[in-house]
């Protein structure tokens, strides 16, 4: 069963979709704001071997590319 993230174009939410077939056919939509204008992005594994107090969001970077511009999401957890 995979998980698919996206973020919405209209309100730039992080959200993941899990698929329970690899045929399944969705109605998708941004959970926050009902949009159905989304990309899907590149996920990064991380775990975590205990708990951690320090709370992190996730952070985005965008810089031009030749294909016009590209946005790296930096989701926090273990880097190892």
Do not use: W
């Not at 993230?5 to 690899?22: A, G, P, R, T």
């Not at 775990?47 to 511009?69: E, H, I, P």
């Amino acid at each position: 069963m995979p998980i698919f993230e996206f973020k919405c174009s209209k309100c730039e939410d992080l959200f993941e979709v899990l698929f329970k077939k690899n045929d399944e056919e969705l109605e998708m939509k941004c959970p926050k704001c009902g949009s159905d204008d989304f990309e899907r992005v590149m996920s990064s594994t991380h775990y975590s071997m205990s708990g951690s107090s320090s709370a992190s969001k996730a952070a985005a970077q965008t810089r031009t590319c030749s294909g016009g511009s590209c946005t790296t999401y930096d989701i926090p957890g273990h880097q190892g």
